[in-house]
Nanobody, 122 residues
């Protein structure tokens, strides 16, 4: 079992920054592959990026160069630093744990947080 709790969402103007956090408990965090997804109203859940247990990262083209994922295994926490935010980044952001499967498919992930709302105003 893995429990995930996101925080850090809010309202920000276009061009601004936010940092989201995802705190995990249960299974040893250092062994988890951890991903970020987002879901805008009326749209499917979209892959944002992943931080593998070894620390390497991979991003979707829509956020590459603007978003950075990092993790602090000592704090059981993953972060999503979002810079140069755009109105189209508005969504509920979720963190999730992946044991195996296709990285960019939400159905591959085993555990999910409750999500945190990010709203970017123009």
């Amino acid at each position: 079992q893995v429990q995930l709790v996101e925080s850090g969402g809010g309202l920000v103007q276009a061009g601004g920054s936010l940092r989201l956090s995802c705190v995990a408990s249960g299974r040893p965090f250092s062994s988890n592959n951890m991903g970020w997804f987002r879901q805008a109203p009326g749209k499917e859940r979209e892959f944002v990026g992943i931080c593998w247990s070894g620390g390497s990262t991979y991003y979707s083209d829509s956020v590459k160069g603007r978003f950075t994922i990092s993790r602090d295994n000592a704090k059981n926490t993953m972060y999503l630093q979002m810079n140069s935010l755009k109105p189209e980044d508005t969504a509920v952001y979720y963190c999730a744990a992946l044991f195996s499967g296709v990285v960019f498919q939400a159905k591959s992930y085993n555990y999910w947080g409750q999500g945190t709302q990010v709203t970017v105003s123009s």
